[in-house]
């Protein structure tokens, strides 16, 4: 290892729905789904002193998010931004620091059309974590990549991090899961942030 490598931060890019904040069960299309509106965004139990874990232990944090439902006529961009507020003010009052958040707002199959077709940043292509290590000079292979969709693990996986797959019990989120292989599946991100720190530690191996 050189010393270069050393010197770089480790980070821990996660994502947003179904890790850090419960998904919601959409009636009108049988999924789950990201929140609609900010009174349905709910933490899910463990999340935020799993994120305190790696904040002590020297982990920068990033939120990466596909985040489509303006792009589908779902949402207005002020709602999203209200669910985005209701996070933050969470994470403010809990101590957590992110170093930065990234959505992508698009979809190839959007109705609104500035923000539908194909883009550069939406997940699994890994042009958010790619903007992270520049801007914060990441060493990615002694990073994570953590989310509940195959989409997140492929991310991870063409940034060079390792991932963990958090399988959200009652979603069926593990449809497919053969598709692609995570180097760990867990049930939360609490299970999550222990795998990292013990793998920090050099105690795990996989």
């Not at 931004?81 to 990234?102: E, T, V």
């Not at 939406?122 to 989310?147: C, N």
């Not at 995570?182 to 920090?200: H, K, P, Q, R, Y």
Request: glycine share 8%; hydrophobic share 40%.
């Amino acid at each position: 290892m050189g010393i270069d490598a050393l010197k770089r931060s480790r980070a821990v890019f996660l994502d947003r729905d179904g890790v850090i904040n419960r998904n919601v069960l959409n009636p009108a299309s049988g999924a789950w789904e990201s929140p609609l509106l900010p009174e349905q965004f709910e933490m899910i139990p463990g999340a935020v002193p799993a994120m305190r874990r790696l904040l002590d232990a020297g982990f920068l944090l990033f939120v990466v998010s596909n985040q489509p439902n303006y792009a589908k006529g779902k949402a207005s961009l002020e709602t999203l931004q209200a669910i985005h507020d209701r996070l933050l003010d969470i994470l403010n009052q809990s101590g957590i620091h992110i170093s930065a958040f990234y959505y992508c707002l698009h979809h190839p199959e959007g109705v609104v059309p500035a923000y539908s077709g194909h883009c550069h940043c939406r997940k699994p292509l890994p042009f958010f974590l790619y903007q992270a290590r520049d801007a914060f000079d990441l060493e990615m292979s002694h990073s994570w990549m953590v989310g509940d969709r195959i989409a997140d693990i492929q991310c991870g996986r063409a940034a060079g991090t390792r991932t963990i797959r958090i399988f959200n019990e009652g979603e069926g989120n593990l449809a497919n899961s053969d598709q692609v292989k995570t180097d760990f599946l867990v049930s939360g991100l609490a299970a999550a942030a222990e795998i990292i720190l013990m793998s920090n530690g050099g105690n795990l191996q996989n």
